[in-house]
């Protein structure tokens, strides 16, 4: 029984000293919070004396922050001398020098460190994280690299020094150790091209990416990860044409199925690059008719010349070119539901920008009786002949068009679409009081887009019908607005400058301003369209088109001209100054972004 009690006692007490120290510790840690170093200074010195392993880094840190390093100095020293194996030890006494201001102390013992390190990969991997820990990652990155040296292996911690290269943002070394891990390793391209990307600032980096990349394939040309990481650096450079150079050569190389040329191209579609895209599409073409990619190339390139047009970047010869492509896509693979999207694209080309009406009535005509076509595509192919109706003079035949679509999808998108396009059509020939009646209907449509057109043209009538009720000069205005339509932008202007000669004092000065701004805007004429919106901004602030102009403006500098801070000061201004406009939810949109605001999740 006595043996029994002995022993419980002896359990009771190492009990009571576990807890008194855990209450010590605590109340330590309490004390260093709340800044009275001191006090934590003397109650860890206690628990040290207790126990040196367990409390030596608490101890010291404290020291530290006490700026006693001479203590802090000797206890490390102790501890080096009673643990020399133990590196962590070694490691918190260059800290400490470090702190002192002895830097020179601190890499003698951290080289010594190196010397002494053991053959031993984990352990390698020990110290190295203890010394990250130690915030030392240069001396981490020795360590790995010694590492190597001890156990003869030089693809040894290779993903360790990546994280260490991006942690010290030592782009060069962080470069290399990446395209040493590709081969291996090919899935970390996605990886390496997010960080690199994130890491360089500017031509100098990308150039030293390009060298390093061409010393590469130059010693290992087998290596194809090399040269889409080559085509990568030149997209970043905006260098699409070199990009291109190399996909093909990879492609003619390998003998691949062309995704990678096809996928490139859409990248490059994106960027606006339309001639290096054509250029990319047409190799897949010249592949042959059994390639993977001949139909969808051929489709794609006729596509792009398309966008090349639109976006206004061809001369009148590419215009030509491009019908032809469309006549031709059309004589190979016939006149049907799988092409219809060539009828309508040409059509469109030949009534807009070539201005061949009839070519274009005869080819959309066709599209309404092809077999197999959904019916909201159908639509989309009546309101396109409604148009050329339109331009054709054919009003009547136009409104049936429309209205046949208004009626078959009256609650959708489509449908009101379609109402707009017969509400112009009234506002062109001159019939307002119907237009208005139908644009009032249409100010409550669920498009944004639909109601916003819809409300300008109802108050640009009433404003007009208000000061001339015969509407002459409104009259003359609603034609060169059918004008701008089609795209006859000589005709509209002169149109334009009629007015004011035929109707002295009329009401449309700010109207005439915009519908200029307008067509110089379609024209690719910012700098030309600037002073026209900043004029309506000036002299017409309270006007039907004032608030329209400042967001003109604002998209113009932000979109076109790359001036952000001005763009920015253009939202604000619709933010502050008309907060009952239509385009105040997309101008703090835009305002937030520019500000560099975190979108709301």
Not at 129 to 145: D, H, R, T, W
Not at 203 to 223: G, N, T, V
Not at 248 to 272: E, H, K
């Amino acid at each position: 029984m006595k043996r029994v009690a002995v022993f419980l006692l002896l359990i009771f007490i190492g009990c009571s000293r576990v807890f008194a120290q855990g209450n010590d510790l605590q109340l330590a840690r309490q004390f260093a919070a709340n800044g009275e170093t001191d006090k934590a200074l003397e109650i860890y010195q206690k628990l040290y004396k207790q126990n040196n392993e367990l409390y030596f880094q608490m101890y010291v840190s404290t020291l530290l922050s006490a700026k006693k390093f001479e203590d802090a100095e000797n206890i490390a020293k102790k501890m080096v001398k009673k643990h020399p194996k133990d590196y962590g030890y070694q490691i918190t006494l260059g800290t400490i020098y470090t702190q002192q201001g002895t830097i020179d102390k601190a890499n003698a013992l951290y080289e010594e460190l190196l010397k002494s390190l053991p053959a031993d990969q984990n352990e390698i991997n020990n110290v190295a994280s203890q010394m990250y820990s130690a915030n030392n990652a240069e001396y981490a990155i020795k360590i790995f690299l010694q590492g190597r040296k001890v156990l003869h292996n030089d693809k040894l911690f290779s993903f360790e020094l990546v994280t260490l290269y991006r942690y010290k943002r030592d782009k060069v070394n962080l470069t290399e150790q990446y395209l040493d891990l590709f081969p291996e390793n090919p899935q970390l391209l996605n990886q390496a091209e997010t960080v690199l990307g994130s890491l360089y600032e500017g031509a100098a980096d990308y150039d030293m990416l390009r060298i390093a990349l061409l010393k590469r394939i130059q010693k290992d040309p087998q290596q194809t990860i090399y040269v889409n990481l080559l085509i990568w650096q030149y997209l970043q450079q905006k260098d699409f044409d070199q990009a291109l150079n190399q996909a093909i050569a990879l492609s003619r190389r390998s003998n691949d199925d062309g995704t990678t040329i096809f996928d490139l191209c859409n990248t490059l579609i994106y960027n606006q690059a339309y001639d290096t895209a054509i250029r990319g599409y047409e190799y897949l073409i010249t592949r042959g008719k059994t390639g993977q990619y001949y139909i969808p190339a051929r489709i794609e390139l006729i596509n792009t010349k398309n966008l090349k047009v639109t976006s206004g970047k061809y001369v009148q010869s590419d215009l030509v070119a491009l019908e032809t492509d469309y006549l031709g896509l059309l004589t190979e693979f016939g006149k049907n539901s799988s092409t219809l999207f060539a009828m309508q694209k040409v059509a469109n080309l030949q009534a807009f920008k070539l201005h061949k009406l009839p070519e274009a009535q005869k080819i959309l005509e066709e599209t309404l009786t092809l077999p197999n076509v959904s019916p909201r595509v159908l639509a989309s192919c009546k309101l396109d002949l409604g148009d050329v109706y339109l331009l054709n003079g054919q009003p009547w035949e136009a409104t049936l068009l429309y209205s046949q679509v208004e009626k078959d999808f009256n609650n959708e998108s489509i449908g009101q679409d379609a109402k707009l396009k017969n509400a112009k059509l009234a506002y062109y020939i001159g019939d307002f009081t119907w237009a208005k009646g139908q644009l009032d209907v249409l100010k409550a449509a669920t498009t944004q887009l639909i109601a916003n057109d819809a409300l300008n043209l109802s108050l640009l009538i009433a404003d007009n019908l208000e000061a001339d009720s015969a509407g002459n000069a409104l009259k003359v205005y609603a034609r060169a607005d059918m004008l701008i339509f089609a795209q006859q932008t000589d005709k509209a202007m002169i149109t334009l400058d009629s007015i004011d000669k035929k109707f002295p004092n009329n009401a449309l000065v700010d109207d005439i301003l915009m519908a200029k701004a307008r067509i110089l805007i379609q024209q690719k004429d910012y700098n030309g369209a600037i002073p026209l919106l900043k004029k309506i901004v000036a002299e017409h602030p309270t006007d039907l088109w004032a608030d329209d102009a400042v967001f003109m403006l604002g998209d113009i500098y932000d979109n076109n001209l790359n001036d952000k801070e001005q763009a920015k000061s253009y939202y604000q201004k619709i933010i502050t100054d008309y907060p009952g406009s239509l385009l105040i939810n997309e101008s703090r949109k835009r305002f937030r972004i520019l500000r560099g605001d975190k979108p709301v999740s």
